[in-house]
């Protein structure tokens, strides 16, 4: 039987309980979610660019999430687009290459991510089941929506 929302939620929130590692996780996991989406970026399937592993990991992403939840597919919908805003952006503007960018920031971010989870005293929750990856940003989400009386 496959989990609702819910039961992810509260399963990934277990190992999350610390404050330190809960603020680490309010600042890594979208930093992690935007360089994943970056680096995959950078991999272009056309000539024009717009075609990359990036939107086609969004694309799944977005069916993964919609299998779980609507509101949530919608917040992780507008999450992505930002993503892409600042991917465009960096692209233009700045004369590092993006994937050098991300990388960085994803290895840093990680290093975050590990450090919280060892004060938190427990493992990160994709040991256990890798989809978990998946479920960080729908977890932090699931506050916003919970702050403004949203359903999750």
Not at 9 to 38: F, M, R
Not at 70 to 91: D, E, N
């Amino acid at each position: 039987m496959a989990k609702s929302i819910q039961q992810w939620l509260d399963s990934y929130g277990e190992s999350h309980q610390n404050p330190v590692n809960k603020t680490i996780h309010w600042i890594c996991v979208p930093i992690i979610t935007w360089t994943v989406i970056a680096l995959l970026w950078s991999v272009s399937l056309n000539t024009s660019g717009w075609l990359n592993l990036g939107i086609i990991f969004i694309i799944s992403a977005l069916i993964f999430y919609l299998r779980l939840s609507v509101t949530l597919t919608i917040g992780m919908a507008l999450f992505s687009m930002f993503c892409i805003v600042l991917i465009v952006w960096h692209q233009q503007a700045l004369k590092s290459p993006l994937w050098s960018t991300a990388l960085v920031l994803f290895v840093l971010a990680w290093i975050g991510q590990f450090i919280g989870h060892k004060i938190e005293g427990k493992k990160p929750s994709f040991f256990q089941d890798i989809q978990f990856l998946m479920i960080g940003p729908a977890w932090l989400l699931s506050f916003v929506y919970r702050r403004l009386g949203l359903p999750v």
